[in-house]
């Protein structure tokens, strides 16, 4: 099946640096990726949806100059948090879905990321 | 009304019942769904995906497409606590470059 990589899994920064998430797409070309983030017993917040070669389309009220996203390649997706705060500690997973219809969205594993 | 709405539960199911999950959709998404199963801490996973009217059955999942009705379900037989997990539903609108889930059913089995 669909295998969508996520890394890193687990990160913990001070306040004021960036940090860096990539989310690949294994064996299948996403032609779209998704950014998510998840509070605890919270439902999934979409932050913003990323196509190949252009510009990610931010969810009202995701700050684009703060949460950074790059989608260079038909494989790879970063997500920059910069400038981190400890209430951007959060689960944020990527999602991505291949150029075929009916495709369905395939996960990563998520990164937890605690700003200290 | 939301795209996909979801009974929200919480749903709690002694262990060998039937567990049934249930999703409603508007007439923005496009007919093919899937359901997810998100662990505690964990990201979502594809459990079944359902593209035409009727049943699709995969062990004990079966998901259940009603076009006419715009309903979507997921029935779990033989449930068991390793079942226990929040369900989502997921319907792409267009050409799937959006896709709507609904709010999830938290899913309890009893032992």
């Known amino acids: 099946g669909a295998v969508v990589s996520q890394h890193p899994s687990w990160v913990i920064c001070k306040s004021g640096t960036s940090v860096k998430i990539e989310c690949r797409s294994l064996d299948f070309q996403a032609t779209t990726m998704f950014w998510y983030r998840q509070f605890p017993k919270q439902s999934l917040m979409l932050m913003a949806t990323s196509n190949e070669g252009s510009k990610a389309t931010y969810e009202q009220g995701v700050e684009k100059d703060k949460f950074l996203i790059n989608h260079a390649s038909l494989t790879l997706s970063t997500l920059t948090v910069t400038s981190a705060h400890p209430e951007d500690s959060s689960f944020y997973i990527c999602s991505a879905t291949a150029r075929a219809t009916n495709s369905p969205l395939h996960f990563g594993n998520g990164t937890r990321l605690t700003v200290t | 009304q939301k795209e996909v709405e979801q009974n929200s539960g919480p749903l709690s199911v002694p262990e060998g019942a039937i567990a049934s999950l249930n999703c409603t959709y508007s007439?923005?998404?496009?007919?093919?769904f899937f359901w997810y199963r998100q662990y505690s801490g964990k990201s979502p996973e594809l459990i079944m995906s359902i593209y035409s009217n009727g049943d699709k059955e995969d062990g004990r999942f079966t998901a259940q497409l009603n076009k006419a009705s715009q309903y979507v379900s997921l029935l779990i037989r033989d449930s068991q606590p390793s079942d226990s997990a929040t369900y989502l539903c997921?319907?792409?609108?267009?050409?799937?470059?959006?896709?709507?889930f609904g709010t999830g059913t938290s899913l309890t089995v009893i032992p």
């Open positions: 997921a319907g792409p609108v267009g050409t799937g470059n959006q896709f709507y």
């Open positions: 007439d923005r998404v496009s007919q093919s």
